[in-house]
């Protein structure tokens, strides 16, 4: 029952967000309705365990399945978590065009449920398609040259939706079933000549290198609680395919050729965020970053550096959010994104500069964070291993972060500026994401063990 | 047949990337058009395969896969429902930018 709610109720929010008058203001109050009521939906959901819901009655492999296993119930929590805090953001705000502002976050919350609950490869494909639009539609809501940015995007983007398709087709054709469990059970061995369309598809979506180039446009371009989805939980899609339909197509070269692009997207990303400008698009960057670290894991392979790369996504989509909620909310009263225009915005503002500090402490990989101990474990795995060279990568990725988290935190926060006194304002969904990222650095043995769980459940 | 759809399929590959390279957003946005044709009818080629039956029903050979032609049929609507979306977005692109060329956006430059 919970999987089909989890699908109904965001179902019923873009239902209600196209009903309501023309210039309502309700509408971001249910964005945050839906958001909250899909966190606890997927609370529940936790507490149950395993779920799985054939749907229409028709039995598994002929019927579609909605399944919550150990990695679709922590990506459910994440997603009902990011999308609370930018709710309570969006529904601070004010907007010119309500209904066109509002309805991408409606969509864009039940089609994440979906990727993440269906077991159906075709269906996988139909919600990553629109994920895609609607986070296409979120861009062009924006406010900095929203439509150049969405147009990239889009024209990008929609190249690797039909290299999805065309993985999957592929995968159909070898096996004549589309659940995903009975396919991986019917292929002889991986389909490698049908992978480099499924990867492009996902390097893409997460704007991994190579396939970065429309991330810090479109990232720049959407609103403050936009850019929180966008860097918080849209980031995590392609790498969350991967860890999902990977098995079905990647032989051990390629694994090979993930470690080769994860190492080069965290050293690229780190200088291209090193040498950037400006705030939003520094953040961006450091995604492209970031990400590699949970690619490398991925080329890696085994049930500990699997562990570390669920654990590392999460930690990344938690701190990200947080980092493009107060960067936002700091260039929103600047009306600028450029590092010169924030030059001591944040200066005095204790609450925004604890919260800064502590999405920064979890990028960089530091105590008390998520990020440290998703960045131990990941150090760890590549150790036993005895992936060297890899980890020499990683630590250097990891001073490249250190590098430019501190360059942020020094512009924004630290100059005297003899700025007026800044308003009260309220940072709840900050607060919330911040606890959080503090609760699993301090008390992260459940959240480490859920991981576990999920990488085993991946790799039986 | 399988030579045909093969030449089909690349035909219009080669015509989408071809249109899809060029300057001008309405180009690119049909070239994407052509591109969603190219991959719909690989996903006919690789479905229709003798092996594959109707999984209910025990239906056998001569009967096609009803799945194949359902997945087809979501993916060309998709396919349309995308392409409508991007000529939309080029539409209001060319009327802030006043000039077709892509290029000559502010940011594509960067």
């Known amino acids: ?47 149950t365990g395993a779920l799985t819901l054939a749907v229409g009655g028709w039995a598994p492999p ?3 399945e909605l399944a919550a296993d150990a990695l679709s119930r922590l990506m459910l929590l994440l997603n009902g978590l990011i ?86 087709a592929f995968a159909y054709g070898m096996t004549g079933t589309l659940h995903m469990h009975d396919m991986a059970m019917r292929l002889p061995g991986p ?14 979506k997460s704007a991994l290198f190579p396939f970065h180039l429309w991330q810090p446009d479109a990232y720049a371009a959407a609103t403050t609680p936009g850019s929180a989805i966008l860097g918080g939980i849209l980031s995590c899609v392609g790498l969350y395919g991967l860890l999902r339909l990977g098995p079905l197509f990647l032989s051990p070269a390629l694994h090979l050729l993930l470690q080769v692009l994860g190492a080069a997207s965290i050293l690229y990303g780190g200088i291209a965020a090193w040498r950037e400008q400006d705030a939003k698009r520094l953040l961006a ?9 949970v690619l490398l894991a991925l080329g890696w392979g085994s049930v500990a550096a699997l562990a570390a790369a669920i654990l590392y996504l999460v930690a990344h989509a938690l701190g990200k959010a947080l980092l493009f909620l107060v960067i936002g909310r700091l260039s929103d ?49 590549g150790i036993e291993l005895g992936a060297w060279p890899w980890v020499t990568v990683a630590v250097a990725g990891t001073l490249m972060t250190l590098g430019y988290v501190i360059r942020l935190y020094q512009v924004v926060f630290l100059p005297e500026t003899g700025a007026p006194a800044p308003r009260a304002i309220a940072k709840s969904g900050m607060a919330a994401l911040a606890i959080v990222l503090v609760g699993l650095g301090i008390a992260g043995a459940p959240w480490y063990e859920a991981c576990q769980r999920a990488a085993l459940e991946l790799r039986p | 047949m399988a030579l045909a759809l093969s030449l089909g399929v690349g035909g219009l590959f080669a015509a989408g990337v071809y249109q899809l390279l060029g300057r001008e957003v309405f180009r690119m946005a049909f070239g994407l058009y052509l591109l969603f044709t ?55 692109l060319v009327r802030q930018q006043e000039s077709l060329d892509g290029r000559r956006a502010r940011r594509w430059r960067r």
């Open chain 1, 62 to 64: 002929h019927g579609i």
């Open chain 1, 191 to 204: 389909l490698t000549w049908a992978a480099p369309f499924v990867l492009l598809s996902f390097l893409l």
């Open chain 1, 285 to 293: 960057s450091s995604s492209t970053s970031q990400l590699g670290f």
């Open chain 2, 38 to 92: 190219a991959m719909n009818l690989l996903v006919v080629s690789v479905t229709a395969r003798p092996h594959l039956q109707a999984p209910l029903g025990g239906l056998s050979a001569p009967h096609a896969d009803p799945l194949a032609q359902a997945l087809v049929l979501t993916a060309v609507v998709i396919g349309f429902g995308l392409s409508t979306f991007l000529l939309m977005l080029a539409a209001r």
């Open chain 1, 83 to 168: 999308f609370t805090a930018a709710a309570l953001e969006l529904e601070s705000e004010r907007h010119e065009r309500p209904m066109l502002a509002t309805l991408p976050y409606a969509l864009l919350l039940f089609a994440l449920n979906g990727l993440f609950l269906t077991a159906d490869a075709f269906d996988f494909y139909v919600f990553f398609e629109l994920v895609a639009v609607s986070s296409y539609l979120l861009v062009t809501q924006g406010q900095d040259h929203p439509l150049e940015a969405a147009w990239k995007y889009s024209a990008q983007s929609a190249v690797g939706s039909l290299c999805l398709l065309t993985g999957v």
């Open chain 1, 333 to 381: 009263e600047a009306g600028s994104t450029r590092l010169a225009d924030l030059r001591g915005r944040g200066q005095g503002r204790i609450g925004l500069q604890i919260m800064g500090l502590l999405g920064g402490l979890s990028l960089i990989g530091l105590p008390p964070s998520a990020g440290f101990l998703a960045k131990i474990a990941l150090l760890r795995a």
């Open chain 1, 1 to 47: 029952m919970i999987p089909a709610l989890l699908l109904a109720v965001p179902l019923l929010g873009v239902i209600g967000n196209l009903a309501l008058p023309g210039r309502s203001r309700l509408r971001g109050r249910l964005i945050l309705l839906v958001a909250l009521v899909s966190l606890g939906l997927a609370i529940a959901q936790e507490r």
